[in-house]
């Protein structure tokens, strides 16, 4: 929306990383059966903005897990309004530790 852009029309980075974080978080809570909470965010590089009206789709991916933690990739890409044209905008690496009802650090339930 233009309320999330610069003044170029471009999507800011920021609400980029937010979707980011979202969609690592869903595929940490799906592994973990639970709660968890970000804990670092790796290397973000930003590729190619993403305009206003363009189509976001995010992809998760667990790369390795823990006791208690997870390391989740996270790529964003995006169509173009106009057409069908996509590319890979930015991608990051999340991790995320399984918390219990407390808020504390838990371990990860079996696979």
Same mark, same amino acid.
């Given at each position: 929306?233009?309320?999330?852009?610069?003044?170029?029309?471009?999507?800011?980075?920021?609400?980029?990383?937010?979707?980011?974080?979202?969609?690592?978080?869903?595929?940490?809570?799906?592994?973990?059966?639970?709660?968890?909470?970000?804990?670092?965010?790796?290397?973000?590089?930003?590729?190619?903005?993403?305009?206003?009206?363009?189509?976001?789709?995010?992809?998760?991916?667990?790369?390795?897990?823990?006791?208690?933690?997870?390391?989740?990739?996270? *790529?964003?890409?995006?169509?173009?309004?106009?057409? *069908?044209?996509?590319?890979?905008?930015?991608?990051?690496?999340?991790?995320?530790?399984?918390?219990?009802?407390?808020?504390?650090?838990?371990?990860?339930?079996?696979?």
């Amino acid at each position: 929306m233009p309320a999330d852009t610069n003044p170029a029309g471009d999507i800011f980075g920021g609400w980029l990383m937010a979707q980011m974080d979202l969609a690592a978080g869903n595929a940490a809570a799906r592994r973990a059966r639970g709660r968890c909470a970000t804990v670092a965010v790796e290397a973000m590089s930003f590729l190619s903005p993403v305009r206003v009206g363009d189509e976001v789709s995010l992809y998760a991916e667990i790369l390795a897990s823990g006791r208690t933690s997870l390391r989740i990739r996270v *790529e964003a890409w995006r169509r173009e309004r106009e057409g *069908e044209h996509t590319n890979r905008v930015t991608e990051a690496v999340f991790t995320f530790v399984a918390l219990d009802a407390t808020g504390r650090p838990r371990p990860l339930p079996a696979a």
